[in-house]
């Protein structure tokens, strides 16, 4: 699913709404009066092409444009999705509001980045109440899938499906908030743990680094898979939630936290916070701490993805929804992609094993193409790799686009015989090679036995054809 998208304020989030839809193959349109929009936003849209494509394994959609328009009206003007990402002051969303209506359609999903008004806030004096509908992002909102997704009882039920069905197609997870509450959902708990942070570092009992220390080498990296809920439950060993509550719910009435209390804000505060924040990161820029961020994220949900669990499953999910047919070229191009960030070792270049990676996924598309798929293999029947040979012949690295065409050189009884070749996509460098032997196999009895006759039928003509493409 594409169409066109219009975003409205091109700051962090509007920015990075804008290189999700465009990258996801939309067409984009942006209005901010801010002189220097395009700069900023032509740099969030570099991070974001760097690092989202390594998330996938399937090609990407076409890349759509990303326009700066003069006006709100020619931004919104047949859109299908407009995204309100203005500063949070409610008398500036009301004006701007007011504006996208009376020029965008009344079919369009009219959402709001806000973090803390509420949808029937937004819809105060609007033209089209129904239209109206929050649509709260985490930043870098081109990574990461979370979205909190809040209607009031007047957003149009239809509104609410179209939003589901466009978020979830440009590789997003819609979170239905389905009560109206300040801050939604994941903001409030932010703001606690944000609370307690600020008393930790004024009472002096940790600093701003100690603090993401605790984060980021414990409980941080358990939320990442598992949430809050599912890990206490785990904590309750094998009793499992009731357990955990027994053991730790008095310590609720414990003066463990300030829970509400707010220190109070003051100048020596900020200095207290910024100066240590500075003493810890500080001797990096903004565009080099985005970087680290991202390649943190690109990791730590590759991570996810190949164990099919947490925002790791939704992008598998969306990654074999991009997977289209390969077609009938000689050669076959079987893999498009991106090289990702953990593919690459200490000289900063591809892994050699990301390589027989790489030839392996080009393998296993053509097994899907000539019917010799997951059903084909979970019947008994399946391929066995009995050698490789791959030469290096070019440096890959991260962030490059690639491809890999691949023929077929023997397809006789049991014996299939697979010619990679891996190209650079920007120039159609030749990167390596790999001349691949299989034999096929049932898996009942481990030994190697010829194919069923569907897929011996396709692998021979693929054979006969891919020949005569080399005379």
């Known amino acids: ?72 009206d020619e931004a919104v003007t047949g859109a299908d999705w407009v995204q309100e990402s203005v500063p949070e002051r409610l008398d500036v969303k009301h004006k701007v509001i007011a504006q996208i209506q009376a020029a965008c359609p009344e079919r369009a999903v009219l959402a709001s980045s806000t973090s803390g008004f509420k949808p029937s806030e937004l819809q105060q004096g609007a033209a089209r109440p129904g239209q109206i509908v929050v649509a709260h992002p985490f930043n870098p909102v081109y990574l990461l899938p979370l979205v909190e997704l809040v209607p009031s009882a007047a957003t149009d039920d239809s509104i609410i499906t179209r939003a589901k069905e466009i978020l979830t197609a440009i590789g997003m997870y819609p ?28 009472d002096g009992i940790a600093t701003t680094e100690e603090i993401d220390n605790a984060i980021r080498y414990g409980f941080g990296l358990r939320w990442a898979q598992m949430g809050l809920f599912e890990t206490y439950r785990v904590a309750g060993g094998e009793a499992g939630m009731r357990h955990f509550m027994a053991q730790f719910g008095p310590c609720l009435q414990w003066p463990w936290t300030k829970l509400t209390d707010v220190p109070e804000f003051t100048d020596e505060l900020v200095d207290l916070i910024a100066g ?67 593919w690459t070792d200490v000289n900063r270049h591809m892994n050699e094993g990301r390589y027989g990676q790489l030839f392996s996924d080009a393998s296993e598309e ?41 023929r077929v050189t023997l397809g006789e009884g049991k014996k299939l015989r697979l010619w990679h070749e891996m190209h650079r996509a920007s120039d159609d460098a030749l990167l390596a090679t790999c001349d691949q032997f299989l034999l096929h196999v049932s898996l009942e009895t481990r030994r190697s036995c010829p194919p069923l006759p569907q897929v011996a039928e396709v692998v021979e003509k693929l054979a006969a054809v891919h020949a005569e493409g080399t005379r």
């Open 366 to 406: 053509l097994m899907t193409h000539v019917g010799a798929d997951r059903d084909y293999i979970a019947a008994g029947n399946s391929y066995f790799t009995a050698e490789t040979s791959v030469k290096y012949l070019n440096e890959t690295h991260a962030g490059e686009d690639i491809y890999v065409t691949t």
């Open 175 to 202: 979170l239905h908030v389905r009560a109206e509450i300040d801050a939604h959902i994941a903001d409030r708990f932010l703001e606690a743990v944000w609370r307690e942070a600020l008393w930790l570092v004024k």
């Open 276 to 342: 240590q924040s500075d003493a810890q990161s500080g001797h990096m820029g903004i565009r080099d701490l985005e970087r680290l961020r991202d390649d943190n994220l690109v990791a730590i949900l590759r991570a996810l993805k190949q164990q099919g669990a947490a925002a790791g499953k939704l992008i598998l999910d969306h990654d074999s929804s991009l997977r289209g047919p390969l077609g009938d070229g000689v050669p076959l191009v079987t893999v498009r992609r991106v090289v990702p960030v953990d």
């Open 1 to 72: 699913m594409t169409g066109t998208a219009a975003i409205v304020g091109g700051g962090v989030i509007g920015g990075g709404w804008a290189a999700r839809f465009a990258l996801m193959g939309w067409e984009v349109s942006v209005f901010d009066p801010d002189p220097e929009a395009e700069r900023k936003i032509g740099e969030v849209m570099s991070n974001a092409a760097r690092v989202l494509p390594m998330l996938y394994e399937a090609p990407m959609h076409a890349r759509g444009a990303i326009t700066l328009v003069g006006s709100l």
